[in-house]
């Protein structure tokens, strides 16, 4: 699939990874929408990039159906999807203190990063499944998990659980959509340099890099955005995840 032309969602599109991979298909001419609840840095990087922005929870089943219907309005219906919002909560099983790890936290982590992944992509595809088919594909849906899915450090319970969830739904998400001609991938990104990360030290954050194996430093977002556009161009690319991260296998802590 050709991105030029195409209208591209792409959710947590206002900073880190998303803002990146807004910025690459709109350098590829397409049209796209950043769909974030920051709605202040979600309008200012689209409006440098050309795009549109909608605010919406992507947990909120009614907010992501009227920012779908916002989108389509603008650039016509969206052939792209690129999943990038979601949170990384540290909270340990039992902590420090003697108390569990509360479960409004963990159930906080599932809801924005397992179930609002799930909630967009699924009204995503209902919509596009009407629209013709451009050659033998209608669209492309790249979701994004997390080496923790894999390697789950001490105090990513919930992350790794929720990112665990993608993993586990790309093959049959896969299949059910496969008749409609819409694919559906994921990337497993390792340690990239995001807003969360540029809160470190510097010296934290070369020390983190250093435990990749090759090339030993962070990943650049662009990096992942390159990703998604080889995803986007190559058709035979379905009901994979992908794991981006210089050969890092993470250790417990």
Same mark, same amino acid.
């Given at each position: 699939?050709?991105?030029?032309?195409?209208? *591209?969602?792409?959710? %947590?599109?206002?900073? +880190?990874l998303?803002?990146? =991979? &807004?910025s690459?298909?709109?350098?590829? @001419?397409?049209?796209?929408?950043?769909?974030?609840?920051?709605?202040?840095?979600?309008?200012?990087?689209?409006?440098?990039?050309?795009?549109?922005?909608?605010?919406?929870?992507v947990?909120?089943?009614?907010?992501?159906?009227?920012?779908l219907?916002?989108?389509?309005?603008?650039?016509?219906?969206?052939?792209?999807?690129?999943?990038?919002?979601?949170?990384?909560p540290?909270?340990?099983?039992?902590?420090?203190?003697?108390?569990p790890?509360?479960?409004g936290?963990?159930?906080?982590?599932?809801?924005?990063?397992?179930?609002?992944?799930?909630?967009?992509?699924?009204?995503?595809?209902?919509?596009?499944?009407? *629209?013709?088919p451009? %050659?033998?594909?209608? +669209?492309?849906?790249?979701? =994004? &998990?997390?080496?923790?899915a894999?390697? @789950?450090?001490?105090?990513?319970?919930?992350?790794?659980?929720?990112?665990?969830?993608?993993?586990?739904?790309?093959?049959?998400?896969?299949?059910?959509?496969?008749?409609?001609?819409?694919?559906?991938?994921?990337?497993?990104?390792?340690?990239?340099i995001?807003?969360?990360?540029?809160?470190?030290?510097?010296a934290?954050?070369?020390?983190?890099?250093?435990?990749?194996?090759?090339?030993?430093?962070?990943?650049?977002?662009?990096?992942?955005?390159?990703?998604?556009?080889?995803?986007?161009?190559?058709?035979?690319?379905?009901?994979?995840?992908?794991?981006?991260?210089?050969?890092?296998?993470?250790?417990?802590?």
């Amino acid at each position: 699939m050709q991105i030029e032309g195409l209208t *591209a969602i792409v959710t %947590g599109g206002a900073s +880190g990874l998303g803002a990146a =991979t &807004a910025s690459m298909l709109s350098a590829e @001419g397409a049209k796209v929408i950043i769909l974030d609840r920051d709605h202040e840095a979600g309008d200012a990087h689209a409006r440098a990039i050309g795009g549109r922005c909608v605010t919406a929870d992507v947990t909120d089943e009614e907010a992501v159906a009227k920012a779908l219907v916002q989108a389509e309005s603008a650039f016509g219906i969206a052939r792209i999807l690129v999943n990038c919002a979601g949170v990384a909560p540290s909270i340990k099983t039992v902590g420090r203190d003697g108390n569990p790890h509360k479960l409004g936290d963990f159930r906080r982590a599932i809801e924005i990063n397992l179930v609002g992944t799930f909630n967009i992509l699924s009204q995503f595809a209902a919509r596009l499944i009407s *629209a013709e088919p451009l %050659g033998e594909e209608r +669209g492309v849906i790249v979701n =994004t &998990a997390s080496v923790a899915a894999y390697d @789950g450090q001490i105090g990513q319970a919930a992350y790794a659980a929720s990112k665990s969830g993608i993993v586990g739904l790309t093959l049959p998400v896969a299949r059910d959509l496969a008749r409609e001609k819409i694919r559906v991938m994921t990337i497993a990104p390792g340690i990239f340099i995001t807003p969360m990360m540029m809160g470190f030290s510097q010296a934290v954050q070369d020390s983190l890099g250093q435990q990749v194996p090759h090339p030993s430093r962070l990943g650049r977002p662009e990096e992942y955005a390159d990703l998604v556009r080889s995803i986007i161009v190559n058709p035979m690319l379905n009901g994979e995840v992908i794991r981006l991260d210089g050969a890092i296998r993470m250790g417990p802590r």
